[in-house]
């Protein structure tokens, strides 16, 4: 056991765990009642050296419980054909003998953390192919899948998935708490094999939307960049420039530039405009205006009624042409991206 000391790659600070050392590290690791019990099963000698070690130790790095934690639950796993403890029993048998850092740490790379960069490539494919590659798993399965993804993409994906079944996917999320790993285990073949059929397809991704806010965040001659994309393509020149001036871009303009726009717009399209509008740019039109005229202006919107959207879409495409025809002029200075201002 001499030797056993030394195990250390000095380069590194990486420790070179032998089997007794793991077996002390996971003695250590479930409190005193259980490990008790594991050291009367031991005859004389594996219980001199064993306890031996675990009196030497100190300073464990997490790398090396994570090690030796995960070999010995593979192992049992093989041995046993029991799937092991709860993730609530290991936390508080962690926390006991090692802390409420260091057993984090732990049992994050046990419950999960290695299935994340896989999912994360999944962010690439089209959340309809992920919806229908996860519609016949039963619902459990469909909520741990969700669990791992980025919020806005895991939305996508419950959107595209059957009407019928939907609340139940978000009532079985709402549910997760610990995931054994038994179901990791289900959730990383179905990556796997979500991946191995994401070869085969091609990734979505929003060209026109991906230049505008390229564009958006251009210094020096943007315009000029423009035209020489126009003499190019003059169609997809007219998206990239729609999208650049989207109508959401109202709401970060200063009350000058609005009161300005607000000369050049009639009431009665900003009245179709704004139905239905983010309340940030209803909110920037309606404080740029004269207070009387605000007044007035609700009560145009109101007599207007209900309006078809298409027209509502067209009637914003009719006003930011206007805006980007006074940005284009010297007129107004627009603000195409959200940054930090200095007064």
């Keep these: ?176 708490d610990e995931i054994d790993r038994d179901l990791l285990a289900e959730l990383e073949q179905l990556v796997d094999r979500c991946l191995s059929a994401l070869d085969t397809q091609s990734a979505s991704v929003e060209g026109v939307r991906q230049v505008a806010e390229i564009l958006n965040r251009l210094p020096g001659n943007r315009a000029g960049m423009v035209e020489l994309l126009r003499a190019h393509d003059p169609e997809v020149v007219s998206e990239i420039e729609m999208s650049m001036y989207d109508f959401f871009i109202l709401s970060r303009q200063t009350e000058q530039t609005l009161i300005r726009i607000l000369d050049d717009v009639p009431l009665d399209q900003w009245a179709i405009a704004l139905k239905g509008a983010e309340p940030a740019v209803r909110e920037a039109i309606l404080t740029s205006m004269p207070r009387r005229q605000a007044q007035s202006f609700e009560d145009l919107m109101r007599r207007s009624g209900p309006v078809p959207m298409s027209r509502i879409e067209q009637t914003r495409k009719d006003i930011m042409a206007t805006v980007k025809g006074l940005a284009d002029s010297g007129d107004i200075e627009i603000q195409l991206f959200a940054e930090a201002v200095v007064e």
């Excluded at 380069?11 to 259980?34: F, H, K, N, R, Y």
């Excluded at 030497?56 to 041995?79: H, L, T």
């Excluded at 919020?151 to 419950?158: D, F, R, T």
Aim: aromatic share 6%.
């Design 1 to 176: 056991m001499a030797e056993q000391d030394n195990n250390y790659d000095e380069d590194d600070g990486v420790q070179t765990l032998s089997p007794v050392e793991q077996a002390a590290i996971v003695l250590l690791s479930i409190g005193e009642e259980p490990a008790a019990a594991v050291l009367r099963c031991l005859d004389r000698e594996e219980l001199i050296e064993v306890t031996q070690v675990m009196s030497r130790m100190s300073g464990i790095k997490v790398d090396s419980v994570r090690e030796a934690m995960q070999n010995f639950f593979d192992d049992y796993r093989q041995q046993s054909g029991v799937h092991g403890a709860s993730r609530s029993y290991l936390k508080r048998s962690l926390d006991l003998a090692l802390g409420s850092d260091i057993a984090n740490s732990v049992l994050n790379n046990i419950y999960g953390d290695a299935i994340r960069p896989m999912m994360a490539r999944l962010q690439w494919a089209s959340p309809k192919w992920l919806a229908d590659y996860v519609a016949n798993e039963h619902v459990q399965m469909q909520a741990v899948f969700l669990a791992f993804l980025p919020p806005a993409l895991a939305g996508q994906i419950l959107e595209a998935l059957p009407v019928e079944g939907r609340d139940l996917v978000l009532l079985n999320l709402a549910r997760l």
